[in-house]
């Protein structure tokens, strides 16, 4: 059973940068190196949201307008693991943000997800 | 952006009873759609994807259908464990959107 993990989430203030992680495990027929991979947050109180997305190899990444400029997706398969750098942080960033892995394994990225981690909180705060 | 919009907002049916729960897509987004059960410090779980798949391991309960932009999922016969935040998200482009949310609680 594939399992992911976030990590890397604090309190920082306003304009400040952030890198998260999220570890990949449990894969037993498709490598990690076969499946894009997403991040999702969640707002105190909100919806889900989409933030960014990047293909099983790297080489096509995805952002929201809200984050675009600001959010950097990228991954390192030889460590099963995916980043999201977030720099100029903002208030309205405050959320809990979710790893999530495709659905599909293919190569290429389809944006729907199972599993997901249960993800890492950042707080931007003055 | 295409815009995802879930109704009702909450849903409250009794054990053993039908939940029926709507999101409906602003433009076309084919069958490229999902839903998802969130519940509170957990991680979200894929239920249904291309709008009627049932995601393996999801109990036979959950079924999802499609009329036009119009989708539907459906819990046959509600159990207590199936409290929880329903979304649906469309993935007809790569920006995907969620919709709102439907609480559906125990009557």
């Known amino acids: 059973e594939v399992q992911l993990v976030e990590s890397g989430g604090m309190l920082v203030r306003p304009g400040e940068s952030l890198r998260l992680s999220c570890a990949a495990s449990?894969?037993?027929?498709?490598?990690?190196?076969?499946?894009?991979m997403a991040w999702v947050r969640q707002a105190p109180g909100k919806g889900l949201e989409w933030v960014s997305g990047?293909?099983?190899?790297?080489?096509?990444?995805y952002y929201a307008d809200s984050v675009q400029g600001r959010f950097t997706i990228f991954r390192d398969n030889s460590k099963n693991t995916v980043f999201l750098d977030m720099k100029t942080l903002r208030a309205e960033d405050t959320a809990v943000y979710h790893c999530?892995?495709?659905?599909?394994?293919?190569?290429?990225?389809?944006?729907?997800?199972?599993?997901w981690g249960q993800g890492t909180q950042v707080t931007v705060s003055s | 952006e295409i815009v995802m919009t879930q109704s009702p907002a909450i849903l409250s049916v009794s054990p053993g009873d039908r939940a029926t729960l709507s999101c409906r897509a602003s433009?076309?987004?084919?069958?490229?759609l999902a839903w998802y059960q969130h519940k509170p410090g957990q991680a979200p779980r894929l239920l249904i994807y291309?709008?009627?798949s049932r995601a393996i391991g999801i109990p036979g309960r959950f079924s999802g259908s499609v009329s036009g932009t119009e989708f539907t999922l459906t819990i046959s016969s509600l159990q207590s464990e199936d409290v929880a935040i329903y979304y649906c998200?469309?993935?007809?482009?790569?920006?995907?959107?969620f919709g709102q949310g439907t609480r559906v609680e125990i009557k």
């Open positions: 999530a892995k495709d659905y599909y394994g293919s190569g290429t990225y389809y944006g729907w997800f199972d599993p």
């Open positions: 449990g894969f037993k027929f498709d490598n990690f190196d076969s499946f894009g």
């Open positions: 990047i293909s099983a190899s790297g080489d096509n990444t």
């Open positions: 433009q076309s987004v084919s069958t490229n």
């Open positions: 291309s709008a009627s």
């Open positions: 998200q469309q993935y007809n482009n790569w920006a995907g959107t």
